[in-house]
Nanobody, 127 residues
Framework: QVHLVESGGGSVQAGGSLRLSCKPS????????MAWFRQAPGKEREGVAS????????AYADAVKGRFTISQDDAKNTVYLQMNSLRPEDSAMYYC????????????????????RGQGTQVTVSL
């Protein structure tokens, strides 16, 4: 059983930055596909970024490429989502998800394919 603890959400003005953290516990940090999803009111949940902890390969949704960076700290068993140049349309509840094994292609963005999900952290970007 993997338990995910997220932190780092908050409110920021457009153009600002936030860093989200996700720390899985109850399972080895190795061999996990970790991903961030987000869901705004009235919208479907969408994948934002993913990383495979064994080789640190990453993937990003087009909407965040060049602005968001997903990374990991093996010493802290933590995955981060650095969000820069934030826009009001980035406002959403952000969720961390984990899957044991490597995900490829479009499967990275199917939240139902992740066995473990966090409770979410709110990000609000104002003009």
């Amino acid at each position: 059983q993997v338990h995910l603890v997220e932190s780092g959400g908050g409110s920021v003005q457009a153009g600002g930055s936030l860093r989200l953290s996700c720390k899985p516990s109850g399972y080895s940090f190795a061999g996990l596909t970790m991903a961030w999803f987000r869901q705004a009111p009235g919208k479907e949940r969408e994948g934002v970024a993913s990383i495979y902890t064994d080789d640190m390969s990453t993937a990003y949704a087009d909407a965040v490429k060049g602005r968001f960076t997903i990374s990991q700290d093996d010493a802290k068993n933590t995955v981060y989502l650095q969000m820069n140049s934030l826009r009001p349309e980035d406002s959403a509840m952000y969720y961390c998800a984990a899957h044991v094994g490597k995900k490829w292609g479009a499967s990275r963005w199917a939240v139902d394919g992740y066995s473990y999900r966090g409770q979410g952290t709110q990000v609000t970007v104002s003009l």
